[in-house]
């Protein structure tokens, strides 16, 4: 029964990201089917999932393509690895096929099982590029506050969440730069243009204070997602770009979230005219249906790490897992024959962008931000100051609770309510998002007296 799946998970399974003590008195839930965009709970209950999983279900949850592929996949070669000189089939053809989606300078694909390990890679990627050129001086990386680029030591250490920062011995060649979430960080009378502009230039700054010959490379997503959807000012990217054009340094994308048409591109680096010497992927490019992550390696590096002879000693069990790069091929055949990405970026996305735009008039909604099909809703108490409506994101976290009673998937990032619904939605069920959210915007301005 639900109630003893409920005490076993309790009792055994150390979840990630879970504050056990209020998982004990709020019970959880357990999912046992999806369909479409519905996510279903063991006990019968049925929630529109606002967030395409972990931000990698883009094409919901009924692809029967993939599934054949992965079965057919798992009754021929289910695993062999690629190491030494071994290969795949899926694996060899993901590789051709995520080339041909991406920028031209991209022409090599390293795999991973995650965007963690995705990142990880990049570092040692990186590491062996100024080696190999004899600069092995080159090897502090500037990364942003308040960015998530996974769980592992090195890709928490380029994270800048404070919380998850408190609990890793991080790495100490890491450096941070601000965010560019202009509603959180700019003084009120600075304007997103200038703001945008202020904060780029401290990639700069950066540089100057840490020595350009010290310095390898920057890190960021295109847009911040688990950090909260940070929408960065037009002025931020160009100015970014900029900076890695005029120095020696590398410019890295991690594109875990952004990727496969998140933005309203297939790449959150052609939203924003970014070119990225390494590119991070994961998640949405196996539609979430295996773990599969990766690096994809411009020219630039490439040329680098090809050149001479010798192992780059790097490589997981599973780096070209055949079920997993069957996945992956699957879903970008999906994403390739169809016009999901491009009828998402014209129709769905300005009509979910212009109906949660609508919520900048209730009085608890500080500001509406997104891009594509991706929306942060800021919780304010007075729109003017940005005071906040309680402590320590209390009325964001009890709006998000019941949002998900009230049957929808949306999830919490401090004070706004974040949301990144599947590309296959139709427009009215972005309807039913935004009503459900309404709703709970209403329950949480009557909880918090506003
Ligand atoms: N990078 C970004 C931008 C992410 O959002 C995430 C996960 O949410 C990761 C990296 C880590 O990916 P994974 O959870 O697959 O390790």
Redesign the pocket.
């Known amino acids: 029964t639900t109630d003893n799946l409920k005490a076993l998970d309790q009792a055994h399974h150390f979840h990630p990201f879970t504050d056990f003590h209020d998982y004990a008195e709020r019970g959880g839930r357990v999912f046992s089917r999806a369909e479409h965009i519905y996510i279903y709970t063991s006990d019968g209950h049925r929630m529109l999932d606002g967030m395409s999983g972990?931000?990698c279900c883009n094409l919901g949850y009924s692809q029967q393509g993939i599934v054949d592929a992965v079965t057919a996949q798992l009754q021929n070669l289910p695993y062999y690895n690629n190491f030494f000189q071994c290969s795949n089939q899926p694996a060899i053809e993901l590789a051709r096929a995520l080339v041909e989606v991406t920028e031209e300078r991209f022409n090599h694909v390293f795999f991973t099982n995650?965007?963690?390990?995705a990142?990880d890679t990049n570092l040692r990627l990186v590491n062996r590029y100024y080696q190999l050129q004899g600069r092995p001086e080159k090897k502090l990386i500037i990364s942003r506050n308040n960015a998530?680029?996974?769980?592992t030591i090195a890709?928490a250490s380029l994270g800048g969440m404070k919380g998850m920062h408190e609990q890793t011995n991080g790495l100490d060649y890491v450096h941070h730069i601000d965010q560019p979430h202009w509603f959180e960080v700019a003084g009120l009378d600075e304007t997103p243009d200038d703001f945008g502009r202020r904060v780029a230039r401290q990639l700069e700054e950066k540089i100057d204070e840490l020595g350009e010959a010290n310095v390898a490379a920057f890190i960021a997503?295109p847009v911040q997602?688990?950090g909260g959807v940070i929408i960065p000012p037009d002025t931020y990217w160009p100015e970014i770009q900029r900076i890695c054009d005029e120095r020696d340094i590398l410019l890295i994308a991690?594109e875990?979230?952004c990727g496969f048409g998140r933005t309203g591109s297939w790449f959150g680096s052609q939203t924003f005219g970014i070119r990225p010497d390494l590119m991070?992927f994961?998640?949405a490019v196996t539609n979430g249906y295996q773990p599969l992550?990766g690096v994809m390696i411009s020219d630039k590096v490439a040329d680098v790490l090809l050149a001479s002879p010798g192992e780059f000693t790097h490589g997981l069990t599973y780096s070209g897992h055949p079920t997993a790069a069957a996945a992956g091929l699957a879903t970008l055949k999906v994403l390739r024959e169809t016009d999901i990405i491009s009828s998402a970026a014209a129709n769905l996305a300005p009509h979910l962008q212009s109906r949660l735009r609508e919520l900048e008039d209730h009085p608890i909604v500080g500001q509406v931000r997104g891009r594509g099909m991706f929306a942060a809703v800021e919780l304010v108490r007075d729109k003017s100051s940005r005071e906040r409506l309680a402590d320590k994101s209390a009325a964001a976290v009890f709006c998000r609770n019941t949002a998900n009673e009230l049957g929808l998937m949306v999830r919490q990032t401090g004070d706004a309510m974040i949301m990144a619904p599947p590309l296959v939605s139709s427009v009215a069920e972005l309807d039913d998002l935004v009503e459900m959210l309404h709703k709970a915007l209403d329950l949480t301005a009557k909880q918090f007296g506003a």
């Open positions: 972990l931000w995650s965007g963690s390990e990142n998530y680029h996974g769980s890709a997503e997602g688990a991690d875990v979230i991070t994961a998640k992550g």
